[in-house]
């Protein structure tokens, strides 16, 4: 069973940056894909960024392209996003998400993930 454990939460001022860390325990983690994803109160659970096996390919939701990166260290098992000019829109719980059902490409469904962290809250105050 594939385990994550998110880290590096917290609160921030506006223009801050924070870095999020996911380490994942279970399975050998470049057969995963992976994904970050946050909800605010009140909203639904939405992509934030989203990463392939092999870490060449990256996709982002608009909202966060230009300001978030999303990276990951195969041989640290652990994948990470680089929150940069943070907003209080940002502000949400974050969760990271592995699937090991596809061979390839980017992962965007929140339905195509199995495997789910416990979540990190992120607060951006203005």
């Known amino acids: 069973q594939v385990q994550l454990v998110e880290s590096g939460g917290g609160l921030v001022q506006a223009g801050g940056s924070l870095r999020l860390s996911c380490a994942a325990s279970g399975r050998t983690f470049s057969t995963l894909a992976m994904g970050w994803f946050r909800q605010a109160p009140g909203k639904e659970r939405e992509l934030v960024a989203t990463?392939?096996?092999?870490?060449?390919?990256?996709d982002y939701a608009e909202s966060v392209k230009g300001r978030f990166t999303i990276s990951r260290d195969n041989g640290k098992n652990t994948q990470y996003l680089q929150m940069n000019s943070l907003k209080p829109e940002d502000t949400a719980v974050y969760y990271c998400?592995?699937?090991?059902?596809?061979?390839?490409?980017?992962?965007?469904?929140?339905?195509?993930?199995?495997?789910w962290g416990q979540g990190t809250q992120v607060t951006v105050s203005s």
């Open positions: 998400a592995a699937t090991s059902k596809y061979n390839s490409g980017l992962i965007s469904a929140r339905s195509a993930y199995e495997h």
């Open positions: 990463i392939t096996r092999s870490g060449g390919i990256t």
